[in-house]
T-cell receptor, first 112, second 107 residues
Framework: ETGVTQTPRHLVMGMTNKKSLKCEQH?????MYWYKQSAKKPLELMFV???????ENNSVPSRFSPECPNSSHLFLHLHTLQPEDSALYLC???????????FGQGTRLTVV | AQSVTQLGSHVSVSEGALVLLRCNYS??????LFWYVQYPNQGLQLLLK??????LVKGINGFEAEFKKSETSFHLTKPSAHMSDAAEYFC?????FGKGTRLSVIA
């Protein structure tokens, strides 16, 4: 139990579907993150939320839409994805500042 | 911006041999440094971290790392590899990760 829970663990979706990834942390952290991990590529930071405000958006396509309704929950809404968006999507949380991140187990997304 | 470089995308060692995974950082000020481990289809788990103070940091599963400012390095070591150590290892500064090094352990 890492304290960060992601659902679903696996997701297959068509390019015209709309789906959402969910992340929940029970660690009392006030910063949450979405990362994309593709084969043979470095871990890519997608979005950063600090105190429920988005503070970073690393040129992520608009077909990815994050939502942070409170400090414990983070969503990633997906629509009209492309096959190259297939990857492991990791959620993480931390205390604000230069502290370590705690990761969920990830959602393995396949776009067909 | 802070960054890290991991030397070697794949390292293979025999069971019982020394494990050495290399990481160099790029920072104008002493950074916070981390090593994480990732098993297949899992998230990343913190192995150890350097913030301030003692430059030799001990982590879980018998791993340790030494912060060397003169070499801008933070290499990860373990005296004796175990089969269960086979995984992907990431060096990181806050929010930024290296490309990872896959460790294979041969029986």
């Amino acid at each position: 139990e890492t304290g960060v829970t992601q659902t679903p663990r696996h997701l297959v979706m068509g390019m015209t579907n709309k789906k959402s990834l969910k992340c929940e942390q029970h660690l009392g952290h006030n910063a949450m993150y979405w990362y994309k991990q593709s084969a043979k590529k470095p871990l890519e930071l997608m979005f950063v939320y600090s105190l429920e405000e988005r503070v970073e958006n690393n040129s992520v396509p608009s077909r990815f839409s994050p939502e942070c309704p409170n400090s414990s929950h983070l969503f990633l809404h997906l629509h009209t994805l492309q096959p190259e968006d297939s990857a492991l999507y990791l959620c993480a949380s931390s205390r604000r500042g230069n502290t370590e991140a705690f990761f969920g187990q990830g959602t393995r997304l396949t776009v067909v | 911006a802070q960054s890290v470089t991991q030397l070697g995308s794949h390292v293979s060692v025999s069971e019982g041999a020394l494990v050495l995974l290399r990481c160099n950082y790029s920072s104008s000020v002493p950074p916070y440094l981390f090593w994480y481990v990732q098993y297949p289809n899992q998230g990343l788990q913190l192995l150890l971290k350097y913030t301030t103070g003692a430059t030799l940091v001990k982590g879980i599963n018998g791993f340790e790392a030494e912060f060397k400012k003169s070499e801008t390095s933070f290499h990860l070591t373990k005296p004796s590899a175990h089969m269960s150590d086979a995984a992907e290892y990431f060096c990181a500064v806050p929010l930024v990760f290296g490309k990872g090094t896959r460790l294979s352990v041969i029986a």
